[in-house]
Nanobody, 116 residues
Framework: QVQVVESGGGLVQAGGSLRLSCGAS????????MGWYRQAPGKQRELVAL???????NYTERVKGRFAISRDNAKNTVYLQMDSLKPEDSAVYYC??????????WGQGTQVTVSS
């Protein structure tokens, strides 16, 4: 069973930065996508950033120009660099790794809180 673990969340002031990391407990062969999602209290989970096997990146409009997704293939790790954070970015951030058979592996989430 693959376990996905996020880290790097925390409390930061508005305008600050955080870098989230997500790794799998073992190598996942043929990854289709690696993505970051977030869920704020009372809201639906939303896609924040997605990176596919071809290197294409997609971001929700709300984070474009401020967040950047990247991966380290050798480590099976995906990162989310978050700059110019706003209070509305506060949420639990989840990592999801999807393999070529479209199986989703979710992490347990990491809390990001941005104070004004």
């Amino acid at each position: 069973q693959v376990q996905v673990v996020e880290s790097g969340g925390g409390l930061v002031q508005a305008g600050g930065s955080l870098r989230l990391s997500c790794g799998a407990s073992r190598i996942i062969v043929s990854i289709a996508t690696m993505g970051w999602y977030r869920q704020a209290p009372g809201k639906q989970r939303e896609l924040v950033a997605l990176l596919d096997s071809g290197g294409r990146r997609n971001y929700t409009e709300r984070v474009k120009g401020r967040f950047a997704i990247s991966r380290d293939n050798a480590k099976n790790t995906v990162y989310l660099q978050m700059d110019s954070l706003k209070p509305e970015d506060s949420a639990v951030y989840y990592c999801c790794i999807t393999d070529a058979r479209w199986r989703n592996y979710w992490g347990q989430g990491t809390q990001v809180t941005v104070s004004s």
